[in-house]
């Protein structure tokens, strides 16, 4: 089974290309932040360690947490957000592997692990991949596509470009089925290559 992960800054893509690319036969995808937010459900080990970092404020009135007002702290505060990532992320890179091991298990052929912060998370073992897709597009697209989707507060989270060189980076610019054939090529090269 080839691992390959889909990352890109918000409104970069990356739902969209996962979601067209699941369709295809040899093609199945997984979105991280779904892990991750499952991954800190009501009186589990991450969750908490994340009330008792960021405190009580963060649940809502049933005692979940709640993800504006966990964001509202950890977005203007970068300490946060980094004690956050360190918290998270090797718990979703723990389901990750259990999930690849299913996946494996069930003869799937490409695994499309979708995550924003794949490429530049210091918390993330990128030896699980046989590559890293950047989806790499300007400012004014991904303004544009947040404010279709009505995610205009994300166009500040802005990541950096990833250096390494496990990472490829597509040029997302244009319509889905161009960036979705480009991806589509990059995953065969990869699935060539490795």
């Known amino acids: 089974m080839k691992v ?22 040899s093609i199945k995808a997984i979105d991280l932040d779904k892990a991750a937010w499952e991954s800190y459900r009501p009186r589990s080990s991450t969750y908490w360690r994340l009330v008792s970092r960021f405190g009580k404020d963060i649940l809502d009135a049933e005692g979940a947490i709640d993800r504006t007002r966990l964001g509202a702290v950890v977005f203007s505060d970068e300490r946060a957000l980094a004690d956050l990532n360190a918290i998270v992320h090797p718990a979703v890179i723990n389901q990750l592997r259990e999930t690849m091991s299913e996946e494996e298990a069930q003869g799937t052929h490409i695994l499309l692990v979708e995550g924003a912060l794949l490429a530049t998370s210091p918390h993330v073992d990128r030896s699980l991949f046989d590559a890293i897709i950047w989806l790499d597009v300007s400012s004014e697209t991904r303004q544009s ?50």
């Open 4 to 25: 390959i992960g889909l990352a890109g800054n918000a409104g970069s893509g990356k739902s969209t290309i996962a979601q067209a690319l699941s369709k295809r036969k």
């Open 145 to 194: 596509r947040l404010k279709a989707a009505g995610r205009e507060t994300h166009i500040e989270r802005v990541l950096p470009r990833p250096r390494s060189p496990k990472v490829t980076t597509i040029d997302a610019e244009g319509s889905i089925a161009e960036v979705v054939e480009r991806v589509a090529g990059a995953i065969e090269t990869a699935s060539i290559n490795h």
